[in-house]
């Protein structure tokens, strides 16, 4: 009876090695005069009921080694929800707990300890090396997607003189930068003399879309109207149209520069119906609205792009000197500055 009941012990004990730490069962056999001891008690205390575990405890004379583990290892499973060591095995716990701390499993905790943290750290090396990656595949794309964008050059808001320029409304730049207005499919118009940042802002804005992977497009009117020329008479006109479409934020830089016959502008009348409320357009222009008909040559085309464009349009009008004139007065000034001083230097 006792041999069967240590059997039941030594399953629980198992069990408890798979709850609280390896080699666990190995210790038992250190244990085992202690166990021998406690069950003869067990088996001789009038107040322990064998029975009080499982009814079919009072058979277990009858129980093979094996079944024996198993109910064993079933009471281990459920240890902690369904057993009272204090209770039923009296002295059983604290020689269980003294299993639990013994010195073997101590230095196996610590091992598992390391072992642990050198799985974190491992862990976190590799997390760090996938975000690098990450990080690294997301640079390059957004580089792929800024060189496609066709860009006359990198400008950035950053690198925007907004104290030259009083008259622009920094906090509308500052929203526009939010790329919200390319969420809601918005248009853009800057309007100023030439010089004054019209296209800079314009490119700064593209740089962040493209950065935020819109597929962004940037190109002049002219060049824009001689494309779609030489598709109307290559017979491929819809495919060049689907094309810029596509894009959702198109740049349409220098609007008035050069004029267009009819024909120009019944092409980016067509265009600009095709990206209508679809996509965003971003337009640079040295005109004022009521000059657009001198652009494109027909006020009822003028009238039919204007009223798609400013449908849902934000408008940035730019009143201020030129960067360039700005910048060749300060040469001069530098230049003047330095003759001055040479002849000061022969007197």
């Known amino acids: 009876m006792a041999d069967n009941i240590l059997s039941i012990i030594e399953g629980i004990a198992s069990a408890m090695d798979t709850l609280f730490g390896s080699n666990l069962a190995d210790a038992v056999s250190g244990w085992r005069g202690t166990l021998k001891t406690m069950t003869t008690e ?6 322990i009921k064998i029975d009080r575990m499982d ?14 583990f198993s109910m064993g290892n079933e009471f281990g499973k459920n240890l902690e929800s369904k057993l ?14 003294q299993l639990k701390y013994s010195s073997e499993t101590a230095s196996n905790t610590g091992a598992m300890k390391d ?48 104290d030259f320029q009083p ?20 248009n853009v118009v800057f309007l100023g003399t030439p010089g004054v940042g019209k296209t800079h802002l314009a490119v700064a804005l593209g740089m962040i879309a493209a950065e935020h992977r819109y597929s962004t497009y940037y190109i002049n009117c002219h060049n824009l109207i001689t494309q779609l020329n030489k598709a109307h008479y290559e017979n491929r006109l819809q ?8 894009y959702k934020v198109l740049i349409i830089d220098e609007i008035g520069y050069l004029p267009m016959d009819i024909q120009g502008a019944n092409l980016f009348f067509q265009l600009i119906a095709k990206r ?13 609205f009521s000059a657009w008909n001198e652009v494109f040559s027909d006020i009822t085309i003028t009238s ?18 030129s960067y360039r004139l700005k910048e060749r007065k300060e040469m001069m000034t530098g230049s003047t500055t330095m003759v001055n001083t040479l002849f000061k230097t022969k007197e």
Do not use: W
Not at 42 to 47: F, I, N, P, S, T
Not at 276 to 288: H, L, M
């Open 42 to 47: 067990l088996v001789g205390d009038a107040k």
């Open 55 to 68: 009814p079919s405890a009072a058979h277990l004379d009858r129980l093979e080694y094996g079944k024996a």
């Open 84 to 97: 009272n060591f204090g209770n039923m095995f009296g002295g059983a716990s604290d020689a269980v707990d």
């Open 115 to 162: 072992t642990m943290k050198s799985s974190e750290e491992d862990l976190k090396y590799l997390r760090d090396i996938a975000e690098q990656e990450a990080k690294s595949k997301k640079s390059r794309a957004v580089e792929n997607q800024i060189k496609m964008s066709g860009f006359p050059y990198k400008k950035t808001l950053d690198m925007f003189d907004f």
């Open 167 to 186: 008259s622009i409304n920094r906090e509308q730049i500052m929203e526009l930068a939010t790329m919200r207005f390319v969420e809601n499919k918005e």
């Open 239 to 246: 495919e060049r149209l689907k094309n810029f479409a596509k």
């Open 276 to 288: 209508y409320e679809r996509n965003t357009t971003i337009f640079t222009s040295n005109k004022a």
């Open 304 to 321: 039919a792009i204007l009223d798609r464009i400013l449908h849902h349009c934000q408008v940035v009008s730019i009143k201020g000197e």
